[in-house]
């Protein structure tokens, strides 16, 4: 056998260390290593300090009797989640550069006794590491602020023929150096990342996404921007197609088929959760059925299914595209409660009186076979014709029994308009406007809301776990704003008061002006918390509900499908076992039922995300919309005031934007953050929310949905990105009386 090289004396380096533990046939202490090479006196000291630094590096670990190799992971180091399996956390180290083509190590995450926000994929933590049998494991220390690693821009190429990324996003306006094009060219969307620790060594092309302003690619921004999952994996495709072969057995389950159940939905609407009946039960009230989609028939606890619905806890809808929950063979056929089918269903049997009072319910598992599927707009001409079959009339009755009972609870009533995209054949943008609300939408919206406070006080009775959708009231902090908001337009709002939403109802009901109460409207709405899940019921403040949950839409939402297997196990609805190769239970997993808490914190995030990317692709598709009329001038009116200028919308078609106060004219402008007025030193010229305002558009990117206006008559003083404004332009323009048509007043530029 060969001798081991003998180690050359004096201080070794790291290499020289590790190489040495691993050939050591002994325990190697920092005594064993510093009589190998021949260490005394300073040196010793010196090793002592080498061996702390590696072990902080994780190379080795930080025991002083006997030192090991640690693979580089630091006993504590930053992490990056990358998968949430089953409610258990598994991250890589953010930092992975090892001597070899090793991959990083997964480490799962001990999160016991860890409070806060669950985690989910893309968060980073501090953490300490350990290494444990043949893996590795780390307890959080802290959750650490995002990191922008993963850029999305538009390439750029300048006239040296230098790459820049242009970024997607309002809130960056500098262009970064591309230092490794990867194959990209000028106009391309791509993804790319820093190509090192300092920003002067630039970002380097990782991906290739096409053209930013094709058809579809709006949402495609907002998808790879917030990390959207939008590809299901193989084995998640085939246990879907495994489950969309489960017999429907009608044991167990009601028959329903013979009811004239019917679905109202939107008219291009892919998957239908729910459908509706009622009939008059001869005592002045009705008996009703809300069917829904028995999605934990098909989609098992546990199953790969389900692990892919619970990560993406939403399906997104995007003007040109859905990023479903399901895959599409559940979503938009097995699972969709299509006309003239038999499909299966959760039944939810109510008994309303005639004062519209849910008197008692009913949770079964039925066979449903929906009679027609009808788009809001016909059910409701229809019935604004007297065209509308029994079953319709029926329904708009057994409404008009449920609308009492909303009227006297007082829910928040606010109608605020809503933005719709209408594309054509071809992708492109055929119109833009605001949703007309109908009764139609208002007798879906009030049989689901029955249904939801049936399964939530079902649940309760059988005090079993819920999965709450909670409201909670306004903040005493956001309160005292919307006072001093109020105070602006000289109404009075008091604190002592309790709080309650018919509170802000008679608030609104006071204002006779319609551009007032379109403000104060907005105003209410901001000064709203946040809806989200959870398993402690707190109540539902903005449908004056006490106890609320989400039943009904199981197709789309991960809440609802948790609600229905709650049901399961509290009713005894489980069915009999479906094919071997798939979980036997459809009721809650005993991890669900400990877990609730997290699993609650993290389809509520999602719901989050999915908002947050469906509104910025709206703006997207909007400021597209619009760059076709840059130089126009729009009637807009003021919706926020900051020291740096105003945001401005158009009105009757959205699409809010930046109004910079180096526009404004050529005196000082002073921003008075309480009164939400910008005023113009010399002149005393006011400008606040709620001014209805003549403003030419005079920037819309489609790329960062981000618009800006200029005054009237300040035409030209914005110039696209990139170009340097005038030094100084002088010139009169504009500043309008609250709620009204503004009058031509000298302004200035802020120096």
């Not at 109202?264 to 729910?274: C, E, K, L, N, T």
């Not at 009072?357 to 014709?385: C, G, L, M």
């Not at 499908?561 to 809650?588: C, F, I, M, N, W």
């Not at 305002?693 to 800006?708: M, S």
């Amino acid at each position: 056998m060969p001798r081991k090289p003998k180690p050359v004396p004096g201080l070794p380096n790291r290499q020289q260390v590790l190489d040495f533990i691993a050939s050591s046939e002994v325990p190697a202490g920092k005594r064993e290593i510093a009589r190998a090479f021949g260490l005394k006196g300073q040196e010793k000291i010196q090793l002592k300090a080498l061996l702390k630094d590696m072990a902080e590096e994780g190379l080795i670990d930080g025991n002083r009797t006997a030192f090991h190799r640690m693979g580089g992971v630091p006993k504590v180091t930053v992490l990056r989640v990358v998968e949430i399996d089953e409610g258990e956390a598994f991250a890589i180290p953010e930092s992975w550069q090892p001597d070899d083509a090793t991959p990083p190590p997964r480490l799962r995450l001990i999160e016991k006794g860890r409070k806060g926000p669950a985690l989910r994929v893309g968060d980073r933590v501090l953490a300490r590491t350990e290494e444990a049998g043949k893996g590795w494991i780390a307890h959080p220390m802290k959750t650490l602020p995002a990191q922008e690693d993963q850029l999305m821009g538009v390439v750029e190429i300048d006239g040296a023929g230098k790459g820049w990324l242009a970024p997607v996003s309002k809130r960056e306006r500098n262009s970064a150096p591309i230092s490794d094009l990867g194959g990209a060219e000028a106009g391309q969307l791509v993804l790319a990342e820093p190509a090192g620790r300092s920003p002067r060594a630039g970002v380097k092309v990782t991906a290739i996404l096409g053209d930013p302003l094709a058809p579809r690619a709006f949402s495609l921004i907002a998808i790879h921007k917030h990390g959207i999952p939008f590809a299901f994996t193989p084995e998640t495709l085939q246990e879907a197609d495994l489950s969309a072969k489960l017999p429907v057995s009608e044991d167990k389950r009601e028959d329903l088929r013979a009811l004239p159940i019917v679905a109202i939905d939107p008219s291009d609407a892919r998957d239908h959760d729910d459908a509706i009946w009622a009939e008059p039960d001869g005592q002045g009230g009705f008996r009703a059925l809300v069917a829904i989609a028995d999605v934990s028939f098909y989609v098992r606890p546990g199953s790969a299914l389900d692990r892919e619905a619970r990560k993406r806890g939403n399906s997104v809808y995007f003007p040109d595209r859905v990023v479903p929950m399901l895959p599409e063979v559940l979503s938009a056929d097995v699972c969709s409660l299509r006309a003239g089918e038999p499909r299966a269903a959760m039944a939810c049997h109510l008994e309303i009186d005639a004062n519209g009072r849910v008197t008692a319910w009913r949770f079964t598992r039925a066979v449903v076979q929906i009679q027609e599927v009808i788009a809001y707009e016909e059910a409701q001409r229809r019935i604004d014709v007297g065209e509308a079959a029994d079953n319709l009339t029926n329904l708009w009755a057994a409404w008009r029994a449920l609308e009492k009972a909303r009227d006297d609870r007082d829910p928040l009533a606010l109608e605020l308009p809503e933005r719709r995209v209408v594309l054509d054949a071809n992708g492109k943008i055929a119109e833009i406007a605001v949703r007309e609300r109908l009764d139609a939408h208002r007798v879906i919206e009030d049989f689901m809301i029955a249904a939801n406070v049936a399964a939530a006080k079902a649940l309760e009775a059988k005090v079993a776990p819920v999965v709450y959708r909670i409201h909670e009231p306004p903040s005493r902090e956001k309160l005292v704003a919307l006072k001093d908001y109020l105070a602006t337009f000289e109404r009075k709002f008091a604190l002592g008061q309790v709080i309650t939403p018919s509170l802000f109802n008679r608030l609104l009901k006071d204002i006779s002006d319609e551009s007032e109460k379109a403000l104060i409207m907005e105003a209410v709405l901001r000064s709203q918390t946040q809806a989200y899940y959870g398993p402690r019921n707190a109540g539902h403040f903005g449908l004056s509900l006490g106890s609320y949950a989400h039943f009904t839409s199981p197709i789309r939402r991960y809440a609802d499908l948790l609600v229905h297997r709650a049901l399961v196990d509290a009713y005894g609805l489980e069915q009999p076992r479906p094919k071997a190769d798939l979980p036997p239970t459809s009721g809650l997993s005993d991890r669900d039922r400990s877990d609730l808490g997290r699993v609650s914190e993290a389809i509520s995030a999602a719901e989050r995300r999915a908002m947050e990317a469906e509104r910025e692709t709206i703006d997207r598709y909007v400021a597209a919309w619009l760059s076709a009329r840059v130089g126009e001038v729009f009637t807009t009116r003021v919706t926020g005031v900051q020291r740096f200028g105003l945001f401005a919308t158009i009105i009757g078609l959205g699409g809010d934007g930046l109004v910079p106060i180096s526009v404004l004219g050529d005196e000082r402008f002073f921003h008075d953050e309480r009164a939400q007025v910008l005023r113009g030193e010399s002149s005393g010229t006011t400008f606040a929310m709620g001014d209805v305002l003549q403003l030419r558009l005079a920037e819309a990117n489609p790329l960062t949905g981000a618009l800006k206006f200029e005054p009237e008559d300040a035409q030209g003083r914005i110039e696209p990105r990139g170009k340097p404004l005038p030094l100084k332009q002088k010139g009169k323009h504009l500043a309008g009386k609250r709620g009204r048509p503004g009058n031509i007043r000298h302004q200035g530029r802020r120096r």
